[in-house]
């Protein structure tokens, strides 16, 4: 009854990005072995705006199938669906009559993309409620967590705390903690905002599963300036935020600092070069095997699905308890 050392979840919204593989999958196939990992398509949280039923569908098998690809073993690893887990929703509604409509309503999320549009969904509102049951089902000891969601495990913190207070003990309070530095990719043609799947299809993405010719063309289209000096390849992020964007990338790739990953490279045709060619070292060989795996649709079922059933199993009884102590 060991705590899960490492929990995450990944929304099959959009197409996994470069960003996604080097900020987030990297580190989750990195950390296998010393620990417990358990790591979930969370299909539920990709209802929340408006969906096309057969889009989801395919992005959640293709999720499904990159996590492989990328290097998530299902021998160490448990890979789940979240809507196969139905404690998730149940949980997520014991939860809800623990929340109060103020503090969901105040989340910054939910303030920017919601709150004022006539249309927003419910579950856009409740969705921290989710996230709530996802960690606390699943009882890590720690969260790490970057800006974005730190908001959103606060939350959690809050809600089991109280419901531990009225209730009775029930959940593990996690602690929140930064995540390892990973690599932050910008999006290529606009790098004051990050690489990110949510985003409408976009000229500065590159996602997991372009073709080389795409990615090359992406690169060589990304935002630089108009520096021509000695020293123009440099990484200085508040300067230069589209030059550094690309040396964080080839440095990520080829496992250098982004400062290291300048020297030798006097151009930006030059740094465009080393640089597609770093992504396509690492994106061929996740896509040889994504192709392998897609051909293969049994076994990419069979893994999700003893997965899904060791988390049936596992969670149940912290669905069990919280059910009893709130009197069902
Ligand atoms: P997205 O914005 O692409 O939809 P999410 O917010 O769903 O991504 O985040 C999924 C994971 O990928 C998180 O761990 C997040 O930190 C990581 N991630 C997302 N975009 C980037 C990026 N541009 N650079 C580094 N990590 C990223
Ligand atoms: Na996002």
Known sequence: DLPTRRLSLLTPSGHLTLGNLLGALRGMAADQGSGRCVYGVSDLHALTTTHDPRELAAGTRELQTLLLAAGIDPDR????????????????????????????????????????????????????????????????????????????????????????????????????????????????????????????????????????????????????????????????????????????????????????????????????KATTEAVLSVLEPLQARYVDLAADPGYVDEVYAAGSERCRTETAPVLAAAREAIGL
């Open 77 to 272: 690893s448990t890979l789940f669906r979240q809507s196969d887990v139905p404690a998730h929703t149940g949980l997520a509604y014991l939860l809800e009559c623990t929340a109060y409509v103020g503090e969901l309503s105040r989340m910054i999320q939910y303030k920017e993309k919601g709150r004022d549009r006539p249309q927003t969904r419910t579950s856009l509102l409740t969705y921290p409620v989710l996230m709530a049951a996802d960690i606390l089902l699943h009882r890590p000891t720690h969260v790490p967590v970057g800006d974005d969601q730190r908001q959103h495990v606060e939350l959690t913190r809050d809600l089991a705390v109280r419901f531990n207070r009225t209730y009775g003990e029930v959940f593990t309070v996690p602690e929140i903690t930064t995540p390892a530095a990973g690599a932050r990719v910008r999006d290529l043609s606009d790098p004051g905002r990050k690489m990110s799947k949510s985003d409408p299809v976009g000229a500065g993405v590159v996602y997991l599963l372009d073709p080389p010719d795409v990615v090359a063309r992406k690169v060589a289209r990304a935002v630089t300036d108009s520096d021509t000096g000695p020293d123009a390849v440099r990484h200085d992020p508040a300067a230069k935020p589209g030059v550094s964007n690309l040396l964080e990338i080839l440095g990520a790739c080829t496992g250098t600092a982004p400062a290291e990953a300048a020297a030798g490279v006097a151009t930006y045709g030059q740094l465009k």
